[in-house]
């Protein structure tokens, strides 16, 4: 991940929504490092019902940016409206391989890479040896999802 990318949230885990601003995860950790769990709750949540999730960010400066370090290739499937349907995850680890098994695949924006993390890998989908898919439901959301009050 990008400097400075990743965030945390208050999310309503029913809901799929956050409440209250986004935190810098680096913020976050810094601040919380000597808290036990019930006081970084309070700490993102306040009064709200939720626990403390990361999240990727869409508007962060960095998250159009292609990633620069070593990292797999992915292919972004959208419906009709935009909306991520599934990633699928090269897990080749040489140019040969990518070349013969992950064709269409590119390397990730920062934004991507944040997403393509599985929150429980447990629920990938092994596609082939090389290929893996994972689901949005199964990765880090957006920071800006709001709950409605």
């Given at each position: 991940m990008g400097v400075n990318y990743?965030?945390?949230i208050c999310a309503d885990e029913t809901k799929k929504c956050r409440y209250g601003q986004p935190i810098h995860e680096k913020d976050y950790r810094e601040?919380?490092?000597k808290m036990n769990d019930q006081e970084k709750n309070n700490f993102v949540c306040k009064t709200s019902k939720g626990t403390p999730r990361e999240c990727c960010d869409p508007f962060d400066?960095?998250?159009s940016t292609?990633?620069?370090e070593k990292t797999n290739k992915v292919k972004i499937e959208?419906?009709?409206n935009g909306q991520y349907?599934?990633?699928l995850v090269c897990n080749c680890n040489d140019k040969a391989?990518?070349?013969q098994n992950c064709i269409g695949f590119k390397q990730p924006t920062q934004y991507e890479k944040c997403r393509i993390r599985a929150i429980n890998?447990?629920?990938e989908t092994t596609l082939s040896p090389f290929v893996t898919k994972i689901l949005p439901s199964n990765t880090y959301s957006n920071c800006y999802n709001q709950c409605k009050v």
């Open positions: 990743s965030k945390v601040y919380t490092a400066p960095l998250a292609l990633v620069t959208l419906d009709k349907t599934s990633f391989c990518e070349e890998k447990e629920h």
